[in-house]
């Protein structure tokens, strides 16, 4: 095997934040290899445990299938891996092996929770934070099934955010960047454009045009039965139509009360400054 990837690339943002739009495009350079979340930092190889405590054997078993590979050439080489980085950095090789491709991109939402882990193993990594409006995201959220009351959805979005954006600052712009979802989607080029030479890679105009992947919404149905939402959506070209979604499907009262709430919680502020100083829009008012 190859030596393994020691610049990786790592995607992370609260749900429904457009970390796997971004994942695609990312994934469409012809340097980078990328796929479905693996969820590495749930992995516990000691223990022989995976995601939510589940037989590690069933996660290895479900990543061969995302990922194309063969589940006895996963667990060959990841049979000393004594950490969930570990496990990631032999998968993700396997990965850019059959890609023919020289780097590796990881997207799980929950990366924003795991900076320092992230770069305490892998120094030279680059991070991608995705930021969308969290009026836009309780909707989407709420589309899905899975909404909370506002106040608690302003906790956990402000805690995720402002906690990722914190290690950020001390990782420092080198190695962390915000990207904001209504721009990618308005301004995909003038977006892709400065993020290409943030992550080292030369200009690719496929990470800037989207015409859609089905491939992946019916691997995850086949594999584990499941109806993806977000693959759903990315089956579909490149669209902002869900940009300020609030403002037509969120009732006037709840959308004031969930922003103040936001307030309340710290996010909004941080929020607002992020958008200064990376947004190329203007950020709409609930109240």
């Not at 099934?145 to 302003?154: H, L, R, Y």
């Not at 086949?222 to 070209?237: H, Y």
């Not at 004031?256 to 996010?267: D, F, M, P, V």
């Not at 992020?274 to 829009?281: I, M, R, T």
Request: aromatic share 10%.
């Amino acid at each position: 095997m190859s030596l393994i990837c020691t610049s990786p690339i790592f995607v992370g943002g609260y749900f429904k934040s457009g970390t796997s739009l971004l994942r695609a495009l990312l994934g469409q350079h012809p340097d980078v290899a990328s796929g479905l979340e693996t969820h590495w930092f749930a992995i516990d190889p000691k223990r022989q445990l995976g995601r939510h405590g589940e037989a590690l054997h069933d996660s290895v078993s479900r990543l061969a299938a995302f990922f194309g590979l063969d589940e006895a050439d996963i667990r060959a080489v990841t049979a000393e891996a004594e950490t969930g980085e570990a496990f990631l950095d032999r998968l993700m090789q396997l990965h850019l092996t059959t890609q023919k491709k020289s780097r590796w991109a990881e997207k799980t939402p929950d990366n924003i929770l795991h900076v320092d882990r992230i770069f305490d193993h892998w120094p030279s990594a680059r991070f991608v934070h995705i930021l969308r409006d969290p009026l836009d995201v309780y909707v989407s959220l709420l589309n899905c099934g899975k909404g909370d009351a506002p106040e608690v959805f302003a906790r956990s979005w402000s805690d995720w955010m402002s906690g990722g954006e914190a290690v950020g600052r001390e990782i420092g712009p080198e190695k962390f960047r915000t990207v904001l979802y209504a721009d990618l989607v308005n301004r995909p080029e003038l977006v892709m454009r400065p993020l290409s030479e943030f992550l080292d890679l030369t200009w690719s105009s496929a990470l800037a045009t989207f015409e859609g992947q089905q491939d992946e919404f019916d691997l995850v149905l086949r594999t584990t039965g499941k109806r993806s939402t977000t693959l759903e959506s990315l089956s579909r070209p490149l669209f902002n139509d869900r940009v300020g979604v609030w403002q037509r499907d969120l009732d006037p009262v709840v959308a004031q009360n969930l922003q103040c709430e936001l307030e309340k919680a710290g996010g909004w502020s941080t929020y607002r400054r992020l958008c200064d100083a990376w947004g190329l829009g203007e950020i709409q008012e609930a109240v």
